[in-house]
Each structure stands twice: as structure tokens, then as C-alpha cells.
């Protein structure tokens, strides 16, 4: 049930969990397979035509089905990369990004309305986080975007708007239900979810039997820099991050992915290209990429990009100290693929004074 309404959101349940919720309204239990079904293709509850018209009624009635709404689309004109801007049931709105690659199609997905981690050079931090997405409305992006589309979804990437470790129960019910083999069947390998390092959570979720990649947004190789960029680190430092990711590959077998977000003059040089190497040697001891990004500039925060000849300086000084590392390609540089500034814009656009007559 949901908290606002009391009704049922039946595309947050398992297959399991709507066999009970269909008999409940008087239908068979094998209702409850083709409902997953149609739901796992974004379907409007009219057009699932072997449901009979009174079982249909009843859903409209009983449950709430939370489907995003295609508020804005983007499509770059230099790779296809598409950006969506997706209307809430409540009408807060988030972003999610589709990519195309050689290998398949894959999926940037928002777990929050805003996000409260207070890191300084994202701009979907900006106004706070307003509420957590539920399992369906993450689900409900990938089943959007696919039937918008018209393509598979091959893969997903939990760096949209939010934080996902801190919108747990969500994520881990989103996690299941995607996988499944009965819906959409994305296999928890090509899932990679992101985190600014909530140690506790990082923990818990390697014991969750959920094999995904871990990406962890580090962006600094020492306590003072990344507490400066990112608050989160004034709670968990660089020592207990890299501890809990080790755990994370021990249990999990799955190789560590860290975001470094190169900004200029704050972590871009060789000096802290050295430190990141020695103290990720040090710290993890085990299987670990840098993956480098060159910051997406956002007015409000005052930073800026540094030249791509400054970010091959620091991946080759990474690898020439033994550290895998790559330059992250970027993928709709002509529509702001990054996200958050979809968002930010529709805010400022709702907040704007109405002109004088």
C-alpha cells in the first residue's frame, strides 16, 4: 500500500506478492503473470487486452499503477543518446538517460526526486531531495524509455537523479523485480549502481545475493579535498569507504568501479593522480577500475572542466603507477546528457513569477 493514498501500487510487487493481490479482487492467480507482464512492457492498463474489462476495472480502482509520463525528450543529433524528463503521479519529476552502445542499449535511471547528499558540483543536489522514488517508479523509467523506444533495454546504470543506497528497500525491490526473468529480465551483470559511499548500505547490499557493479563516486583522493566536495565524506572517510568496497568484491566476486569527476584545479593533476593511485592500492588490494569523467559544468556551482590533454595526463599517470583507468566517452554532450539539469530547469520554469500585466 501506498503511504499517500492507501491504495495498492501492484507494479511495486513480485510476481508472488500480485498472485495474492489479484485473488484478493476475486480473478485466478495466473492473472497475476500476464499483469507482470504487461506491466514489464509499460503497458496503460487499456491496452492489456487478455484481461477481462472488469478485472482491468478493478485495477484502476484498487491499485495505483505508476507509470512515468514522457514530460520533455531530448535526442542528441550526434550519437541518438535520448534524455527523458518523466512526470511523476504527484508531478515531481525526474530524468532518466537512454544509450546506445556497440554491445546494447543502456539505461541511466533516477531513485529520488532531488537528492540530500549535498555533493558540490552536481546539479541534482541542488534543491534537496523532496521524497524517494517506489520500486515501480524506477521500474516504471525502464519500461517507459523501452516501450518509448521500441528497443530492449540491455543494461542499467543507477546514476541518475538521487542517491540509491539512500532509498534502500526501493532499490533492492526495483533490483529484483527488473531481473526477473517473468518481466523485463535485465541481468543483475549488467546493472551497475551508484553510490557517493554510504559505508553501512555498501555493506548490506553486498549480502543481498544481488551480484550488480559497484560504482563509487570517490572524486578526491584524500579526507580534506573529498570532504570539501562531498559532505558525505565527513561521516564516512576515504579509509572506511575502501574497506567497505573490499568487502563488497570479497563477498560479491564483482570487481569495484571508482567515478572520478576531474575538476579543474581542485583534483586534476598529477599530484593527485599519484595519491589516488597509492591510497587505492593501499586501501583495496584487490580488483579495481577509475573511471575518469570530465565534469559536466553547471553555473550555480562554479567549476569547471578541465581540457581533455589535462585528463590523459592523469589517466596515464594512473596507469603508469598500476591502475586500470579509462576516460569516460560522453554520450549526448549536445542535449546535457548528465543528469539533473532537465530538472533543475523545470523547476526554475514552475518557480518563475507570473509576468505583469
Given at each position: 500500500?501506498?503511504?499517500?493514498?492507501?491504495?495498492?501500487?501492484?507494479?511495486?510487487?513480485?510476481?508472488?506478492?500480485?498472485?495474492?493481490?489479484?485473488?484478493?479482487?476475486?480473478?485466478?492467480?495466473?492473472?497475476?503473470?500476464?499483469?507482470?507482464s504487461?506491466?514489464?512492457?509499460?503497458a496503460?492498463i487499456?491496452?492489456?487486452?487478455?484481461?477481462?474489462?472488469?478485472?482491468?476495472?478493478?485495477?484502476?480502482?484498487?491499485?495505483?499503477?505508476?507509470?512515468?509520463?514522457?514530460?520533455?525528450?531530448?535526442?542528441?543529433?550526434i550519437?541518438?543518446t535520448?534524455?527523458?524528463?518523466?512526470s511523476?503521479c504527484?508531478?515531481?519529476?525526474?530524468?532518466s538517460?537512454?544509450?546506445?552502445?556497440?554491445?546494447?542499449?543502456?539505461?541511466?535511471?533516477?531513485?529520488?526526486?532531488?537528492?540530500?547528499?549535498?555533493?558540490?558540483?552536481?546539479?541534482?543536489?541542488?534543491?534537496?531531495?523532496?521524497?524517494?522514488?517506489?520500486?515501480?517508479?524506477?521500474?516504471?523509467?525502464?519500461?517507459?524509455?523501452?516501450?518509448?523506444?521500441?528497443e530492449?533495454?540491455?543494461?542499467?546504470?543507477?546514476?541518475?537523479?538521487?542517491?540509491?543506497?539512500d532509498n534502500?528497500?526501493?532499490?533492492?525491490?526495483?533490483?529484483?523485480?527488473?531481473s526477473?526473468?517473468r518481466?523485463?529480465?535485465?541481468?543483475?551483470?549488467?546493472?551497475s549502481?551508484?553510490?557517493?559511499?554510504?559505508?553501512?548500505?555498501?555493506?548490506?547490499l553486498?549480502?543481498?545475493?544481488?551480484?550488480v557493479?559497484?560504482?563509487?563516486?570517490?572524486?578526491?583522493?584524500?579526507?580534506?579535498?573529498?570532504?570539501?566536495?562531498?559532505?558525505?565524506n565527513?561521516?564516512?572517510?576515504?579509509?572506511?569507504?575502501?574497506?567497505?568496497c573490499?568487502?563488497?568484491?570479497?563477498?560479491?566476486?564483482?570487481r569495484?568501479?571508482?567515478?572520478?569527476?576531474?575538476?579543474a584545479?581542485?583534483?586534476?593533476?598529477?599530484?593527485?593522480?599519484?595519491?589516488?593511485?597509492s591510497?587505492?592500492?593501499n586501501?583495496?588490494?584487490?580488483?579495481?577500475?577509475?573511471?575518469?569523467?570530465?565534469?559536466?559544468?553547471?553555473?550555480?556551482?562554479g567549476?569547471?572542466?578541465?581540457?581533455?590533454?589535462?585528463?590523459?595526463?592523469?589517466?596515464?599517470?594512473?596507469?603508469r603507477?598500476?591502475?586500470?583507468?579509462?576516460?569516460?566517452?560522453?554520450?549526448?554532450?549536445?542535449?546535457?546528457?548528465?543528469?539533473?539539469?532537465?530538472?533543475?530547469?523545470?523547476?526554475?520554469?514552475?518557480?518563475?513569477?507570473?509576468?505583469?500585466?
Amino acid at each position: 500500500m501506498t503511504e499517500e493514498t492507501g491504495r495498492a501500487d501492484f507494479m511495486s510487487m513480485t510476481p508472488e506478492e500480485l498472485e495474492e493481490f489479484v485473488t484478493t479482487l476475486g480473478e485466478k492467480p495466473y492473472r497475476a503473470g500476464q499483469l507482470f507482464s504487461w506491466m514489464a512492457k509499460g503497458a496503460p492498463i487499456e491496452e492489456m487486452t487478455n484481461l477481462p474489462a472488469s478485472f482491468r476495472k478493478k485495477l484502476a480502482e484498487a491499485g495505483e499503477y505508476r507509470l512515468p509520463v514522457i514530460e520533455k525528450k531530448l535526442v542528441s543529433r550526434i550519437d541518438g543518446t535520448i534524455k527523458y524528463l518523466f512526470s511523476l503521479c504527484d508531478g515531481e519529476c525526474v530524468e532518466s538517460v537512454f544509450m546506445r552502445y556497440e554491445h546494447g542499449t543502456s539505461l541511466c535511471v533516477s531513485s529520488q526526486a532531488g537528492c540530500a547528499m549535498g555533493c558540490r558540483f552536481c546539479a541534482s543536489t541542488l534543491n534537496g531531495r523532496v521524497r524517494n522514488l517506489t520500486a515501480s517508479e524506477i521500474l516504471g523509467q525502464a519500461a517507459a524509455a523501452a516501450r518509448d523506444t521500441g528497443e530492449r533495454v540491455d543494461g542499467i546504470v543507477m546514476m541518475g537523479i538521487g542517491e540509491p543506497l539512500d532509498n534502500y528497500d526501493n532499490v533492492i525491490r526495483f533490483l529484483r523485480l527488473v531481473s526477473d526473468p517473468r518481466g523485463m529480465g535485465i541481468g543483475l551483470r549488467h546493472i551497475s549502481l551508484s553510490t557517493c559511499g554510504l559505508v553501512p548500505r555498501i555493506l548490506e547490499l553486498a549480502g543481498e545475493g544481488l551480484p550488480v557493479t559497484l560504482s563509487v563516486s570517490l572524486h578526491a583522493p584524500d579526507d580534506e579535498t573529498r570532504s570539501a566536495l562531498m559532505p558525505v565524506n565527513r561521516r564516512y572517510n576515504v579509509a572506511s569507504l575502501l574497506e567497505a568496497c573490499r568487502t563488497y568484491f570479497e563477498k560479491t566476486g564483482r570487481r569495484v568501479s571508482f567515478e572520478y569527476t576531474l575538476i579543474a584545479g581542485k583534483n586534476d593533476g598529477r599530484e593527485e593522480a599519484g595519491r589516488l593511485a597509492s591510497v587505492l592500492k593501499n586501501g583495496m588490494r584487490c580488483p579495481c577500475h577509475v573511471n575518469l569523467i570530465l565534469l559536466n559544468e553547471v553555473a550555480e556551482t562554479g567549476l569547471s572542466t578541465p581540457d581533455r590533454g589535462r585528463a590523459e595526463e592523469f589517466r596515464r599517470e594512473l596507469e603508469r603507477r598500476g591502475v586500470n583507468a579509462t576516460i569516460r566517452r560522453r554520450l549526448g554532450s549536445d542535449i546535457n546528457a548528465s543528469c539533473g539539469q532537465l530538472r533543475l530547469q523545470r523547476l526554475a520554469e514552475k518557480n518563475k513569477p507570473a509576468p505583469v500585466s
